[in-house]
Nanobody
Framework: QVQLVESGGGLVQAGDSLRLSCAAS????????VGWFRQVPGKEREFVAA????????YYVDSVKGRFTISRDNSKNTVYLQMNTLNPEDTAVYYC???????????????????WGQGTQVTVSS
């Protein structure tokens, strides 16, 4: 079992940066791929970024490529999402999620993930 806790959200202005953290419990966290998703009221949860177990493989939705960077520190059981050049369209609740990879893992679908955090609000004002 893995428990995930997000932190680092807040209210910022357009063009600013934030770094989200996803802290995990459990000794086997390094065996899990981790994804970040975001959701605004009335819309489906959207894939943002994901990272493989070693941290070498990363995946991003097109709208954040070049602005967001996902990374992980397995010694700290933590995954980060560095978000630069934020814009109002990035406003959402951000969730991290974890899954043990399989041969069919794509990491971009919310249904692939077993464990979820409670979310952290990111608000970007114009």
């Amino acid at each position: 079992q893995v428990q995930l806790v997000e932190s680092g959200g807040g209210l910022v202005q357009a063009g600013d940066s934030l770094r989200l953290s996803c802290a995990a419990s459990g000794r086997t966290f390094s065996s899990y791929a981790v994804g970040w998703f975001r959701q605004v009221p009335g819309k489906e949860r959207e894939f943002v970024a994901a990272i493989g177990v070693s941290g070498v493989n990363t995946y991003y939705v097109d709208s954040v490529k070049g602005r967001f960077t996902i990374s992980r520190d397995n010694s700290k059981n933590t995954v980060y999402l560095q978000m630069n050049t934020l814009n109002p369209e990035d406003t959402a609740v951000y969730y991290c999620a974890a899954v043990r990879p399989t041969s069919g893992s794509q990491y971009i679908h919310s249904y692939e993930y077993l464990y979820w955090g409670q979310g952290t609000q990111v608000t970007v004002s114009s």
